[in-house]
């Protein structure tokens, strides 16, 4: 079993991490899915793969909020999103994880607030 030193020298560093719920209980249609798809092309486009701005991209099959959904979460930030659109999804990609501005028509919780 690797040591976590060992582990540490294997994961490359990130700025963010983001969380699509894929899950059916937030959004029935499981639209999340699809989001999480859209999320990589989008993040390539943007370079955001690679490098020290690189964004760590994970799907979660339940976020515990069971409405308003596809739910997306951001941290270090700890902003979530509600009711995220490809529309909504590609802001956020540019304004919050490129450019570093939050989208504040989306956000619906607050880390700690």
């Known amino acids: 079993m690797p040591t976590p030193e060992q582990l540490t020298a ?3 560093p990130y ?3 983001v969380l699509v719920c894929t899950g059916g209980y937030c959004s029935t ?3 999340g899915r ?6 990589a092309q989008l993040l390539q486009r943007e370079g955001l793969l690679f490098g020290p701005r690189r964004v ?3 799907e979660a099959p339940c976020l515990g ?3 308003g959904g596809p739910i997306v979460a951001v941290y270090p930030a700890g902003l979530w999103y509600a009711g995220v659109t490809p529309e909504l999804l590609e802001r956020i990609v540019v304004e919050h994880l490129r450019d570093g ?3 504040p ?7 700690g607030g």
């Open 10 to 12: 294997v994961m490359e």
């Open 15 to 17: 700025a963010h991490h």
């Open 29 to 31: 249609d499981r639209r």
């Open 34 to 39: 699809s989001l999480y798809s859209l999320l």
């Open 56 to 58: 760590k991209r994970s």
């Open 65 to 67: 909020v069971c409405a």
């Open 101 to 103: 501005r939050e989208v």
């Open 105 to 111: 028509e989306g956000v619906f919780h607050r880390l």
